[in-house]
């Protein structure tokens, strides 16, 4: 039986959103397909403290790490820092910031590998799809890294000075950061 185009309960929590798995799961409960007694919460798409947008679960971390811990951090949980790559996915994480009241934000977009060349770590994916960057930037200011003062930003920022635009940051200078993983 094919319900909303999902072929088995499993599959729905992948290739359907949560009123769509809702819906399939009662419409199953109707025809008697399953029987459920004191299930509070059936599925879920997302780990806890894990938000949903679109096939990924994106996490807001209260921590204030460097981008490389950050990183790390994530590869803990088999995810990633943010990789975004549309203007509604630009909107929904901003709306997200603003209401934990989080001013900037590691992202995943580094040219510290690649020739300067903006990519998606560890993806690889060049920035160049969608960009969303604060105008005159990004720019390599000097003076935030005490090591190296010529290459000085080459991590990206979600900041809030910047109304929330993309920012080139030195690494090692401590944010909130956001990770997603594919979802469920």
């Given at each position: 039986?094919?319900?909303?185009?999902?072929?088995?309960?499993?599959h729905?929590?992948?290739?359907c959103?949560r009123?769509?798995?809702?819906?399939v799961f009662?419409?199953?409960?109707?025809?008697?397909?399953?029987?459920?007694?004191?299930?509070p919460?059936?599925?879920?798409?997302c780990?806890?403290?894990?938000?949903q947008?679109?096939?990924y679960?994106?996490?807001?971390?209260p921590d204030?790490?460097?981008?490389y811990?950050?990183a790390s951090?994530?590869?803990?949980?088999?995810?990633?820092?943010v990789?975004?790559?549309?203007?509604?996915?630009?909107?929904w994480?901003?709306?997200?910031?603003?209401a934990r009241k989080?001013?900037?934000?590691?992202?995943?977009?580094?040219?510290?590998?690649?020739?300067?060349?903006?990519?998606?770590?560890?993806?690889l994916?060049?920035l160049?799809?969608?960009?969303?960057?604060?105008?005159k930037?990004?720019?390599?200011?000097?003076?935030?890294?005490?090591?190296n003062?010529?290459?000085?930003?080459q991590?990206?920022?979600?900041?809030?000075?910047?109304?929330?635009h993309?920012n080139?940051?030195?690494?090692?200078?401590?944010?909130?950061?956001i990770c997603e993983?594919?979802?469920k």
């Amino acid at each position: 039986m094919v319900i909303n185009k999902c072929y088995t309960l499993c599959h729905c929590a992948i290739l359907c959103n949560r009123s769509q798995v809702t819906e399939v799961f009662v419409k199953m409960m109707k025809l008697g397909l399953i029987l459920v007694i004191g299930l509070p919460y059936v599925f879920s798409i997302c780990d806890e403290g894990w938000t949903q947008f679109n096939d990924y679960c994106l996490a807001f971390s209260p921590d204030l790490l460097d981008w490389y811990t950050a990183a790390s951090m994530c590869l803990l949980y088999d995810a990633r820092l943010v990789q975004i790559d549309s203007q509604a996915k630009q909107n929904w994480i901003v709306d997200h910031l603003k209401a934990r009241k989080i001013t900037s934000a590691w992202a995943g977009g580094s040219n510290r590998y690649h020739n300067s060349i903006w990519k998606w770590i560890p993806s690889l994916k060049p920035l160049k799809n969608f960009e969303y960057w604060t105008p005159k930037e990004p720019n390599n200011a000097p003076g935030e890294n005490p090591t190296n003062p010529v290459n000085a930003e080459q991590c990206l920022e979600i900041g809030g000075p910047q109304n929330y635009h993309w920012n080139d940051r030195w690494c090692g200078i401590k944010h909130n950061f956001i990770c997603e993983k594919k979802a469920k």
